[in-house]
């Protein structure tokens, strides 16, 4: 997906976590609510992390230069990692910390129909945020399981914002059904416990994602399939490929090294030269997040 595409991804998700974080923080003060309490600052930390990752766009975009000749795509990753290890898990703790809290003091809740009719419509706006993003991750994955696409894709901005989406709809649903336990039962112990639970919900997500940006930076290398792609089109066109390399540089970017050699070894240095030109073209081409692309004959 083109940098802009991501952007726009990621600047939806903040407003709409910026719109619920408010709502959820006054359906606390109204209710007392340790879950809307927790929900709160899950929203205010998600919107904190696209801000982050607005940041890491922005930087990784700058044209390369000679301190930096590959580019500043990789620094999009460093921005990435400070959501998952900041925003995220200081999310989760918090929640955690606030759950326990409650569980040793319950407290009742009051005016709970705030607290519900907020994480209905945080819902709504969660779930609107989530569709756009997982319409763009489906077209992308092409199938593949979600899973196995994250942990090879290089769409750092992508994968945070539809993996932060996805645990905030589901911690939304778990402070509703907590709410909703609370009112039924009149024990607000159901409260506390299920802001035990969506503290540790991002603390896996946090763990997840955080495993996922450290091999970016890491140098982690493009999927199979794109690897067995870029090496058929240099086999098709006479040569025999003797290394191939394919990592991720940026988001949506990647860099290409090829060692090969060719069929004819006698053919002429301009012949040599032009079929190497009309492979990369073509690796372009057929796959268009290469950005880097260095080769190297051998002829012996």
């Known amino acids: 997906m083109a940098a802009g595409g991501s952007t726009k991804i990621v600047v939806f998700a903040l407003l709409a976590n910026l719109g619920i974080a408010v709502a959820k923080l006054f359906a606390h003060v109204m209710t007392g609510s340790a879950a809307m309490l927790a929900e709160a600052i899950h929203s205010f930390a998600d919107s904190g992390n696209q801000a982050l990752l607005l940041v890491g766009s922005a930087r990784a975009r700058r044209s390369p230069d000679k ?15 400070l959501v998952a290890v900041v925003l995220f898990s200081l999310g989760g703790l918090f929640s955690l910390y606030e759950g326990i809290h409650k569980l040793q003091s319950p407290q009742p809740l009051e005016s709970w129909p705030w607290a519900v009719g907020v994480l209905i ?107 067995d792609t870029i090496r058929g089109i240099w086999e098709t066109r006479g040569f025999h490929v003797l290394r191939l390399i394919v990592v991720w540089s940026g988001p949506s970017q990647m860099m290409v090294a090829c060692k090969f050699r060719p069929e004819d070894c006698e053919i002429s240095a301009r012949e040599l030269v032009q079929r190497m030109n009309d492979a990369e073209t073509a690796v372009r081409e057929e796959v268009p997040e290469v950005g880097f692309q260095f080769s190297e004959p051998d002829v012996l």
């Open 67 to 81: 301190n930096h000749p590959l580019g500043y795509g990789r620094e999009a990753y460093f921005w990435a990692m």
């Open 121 to 227: 419509l945080g819902v709504g706006l969660e779930g609107a945020s989530f569709l756009a993003a997982w319409k763009v991750c489906s077209q992308i994955r092409r199938g593949t399981s979600l899973l196995r696409w994250a942990q090879h894709t290089g769409n750092v901005n992508l994968l945070v914002v539809v993996f932060e989406d996805l645990a905030a709809l589901i911690g939304l649903l778990l402070a509703l059904a907590a709410v909703g336990l609370t009112v039924i039962t009149g024990d607000p112990m159901w409260d506390a416990a299920g802001t035990c639970v969506i503290g540790v919900l991002l603390l896996c997500v946090a763990v997840f994602v955080g495993l996922q940006v450290r091999r970016l930076i890491a140098g982690s290398a493009a999927t199979p399939e794109t690897h």
